[in-house]
């Protein structure tokens, strides 16, 4: 089969872009052959800014590439990642136009919310669930505290609703769990479309120790990934914390015993990840699918982290982990001592993680489903 792989990169590396290139990683190890054809937000400021906005509504010239790219050479289908905001939804009908299917994976909520991530000032959001056009949104300045910016991103979701983009042009979503693909369908996306194939672990570290005796953050340092909340909990804990992660440190409460590493290689992440005694994800917004956690899994990690959201879904409290009640700094100092308090649980705990990953996120495991849901696309 031969795939082109559509992503706009952002401006920082991050999860989506992992993925995006294990997956081509994958399918081409399977023998497919898989074209990338791909953008970045480093031109944005090359960019005026009207321009900018109308071809995140439309970009003609991702049409006329994609539909080029698909003339030169035969494809049997797209498969979208990330679209915005330089590629746009012209990119589905530049392929529908010529005849081939698309595969669009959910990697955010940016179809159903205009920062993308269901949370502002603090807090989980949706206000702009359901709604035809996301007012709230534009009223808020939610994308980047900005109206015009705002308003273009509503334009692009609520323009491309009212067309029929979303139910027409798309042959078959991937949201990546059971509860994301709750929240697409309810806003609209057509059931019988939006499968849930989570993200993988390729290739696989292998698993490791656990014996560095550190507790482990890996994340951007953002509030929505529950930095604040962590250090809170974390003060006069006798183990600890790494925390691995692009962003300003100094805005954070300074604690004893805790090292900030900042950006890693994903190689040197899964090395301190193999030795952690345990990976914590106290992300205070719904975390589309939560990528650090499988990576722990695959390192024979358990991971404590925020009862919500895709989170909440993938640990298995008592089992790979232990979930505490979300923003309860209190509830996760509990669950942190009660791991220290029982270490041969918790070494139980290890093996249970390496067998969820080896049954539920290997590359193999993964493919299967990806080939499951490209055939419903071709037919």
Known sequence: MRILSIHNYYRLPGG????????????????HQVTLHTDTN???????????????????????QVQARLRRQVHNLV????????????????????????VQTLHNYRLLCVN???????????????????????????????YLASATVATMTGGHRWWGTWNRDVNCYIS???FSR??????????????????????????????????????????????????????????????IGAGDSTALRPLRGVEFLGPQTL???YAYMAEAQVVLVPSTWYETFGRVIVEAFACGTPVIGSDHGAVGELIDHGRTGLKFRPGDSQD??????????????????????????????????NYRQLMEIYRQALN
């Open 42 to 64: 480093q031109r944005i400021a090359q960019i005026h800014p009207l321009s900018l906005a109308i071809r995140t509504v439309w970009s003609g010239e991702s049409y006329r």
């Open 182 to 243: 709750q929240l697409f369908v309810a806003a609209g996306l057509p059931p019988a479309k939006v499968f849930v194939k989570p993200n993988f672990v390729y290739p696989d570290p292998g698993m490791g120790t656990g014996t560095g005796g550190y507790g482990l953050f890996v994340g951007r340092l953002e509030p929505e990934k529950g930095l604040p909340e962590l250090l809170a909990a974390w003060e006069d804990v006798p183990l600890p914390l790494k925390v």
């Open 267 to 269: 190689s040197q992440v």
């Open 116 to 146: 993308g991530r269901l949370w502002r000032e603090g807090h989980v959001c949706r206000d702009c669930l359901g709604k035809s056009v996301p007012w709230f949104g534009i009223a808020r300045a939610c994308y980047q505290h900005n």
């Open 176 to 178: 990546l769990t059971e």
């Open 332 to 365: 996760l100092r509990n669950q942190v001592e009660w791991m220290l308090a029982h270490p041969r649980e918790w070494q139980q705990m290890r093996h249970q993680a390496r067998a969820e990953f080896e049954h539920r996120y290997t590359a193999a495991e």
């Open 79 to 102: 498969h979208v990642h990330n679209f915005f905001p330089l590629l746009s939804p012209s990119v589905y009908r530049a392929a529908q136009d010529l005849g081939v299917p698309v």
């Open 16 to 31: 989506e872009d992992e993925v995006f290139a294990s997956e081509a990683a994958m399918l081409r190890q399977a023998g």
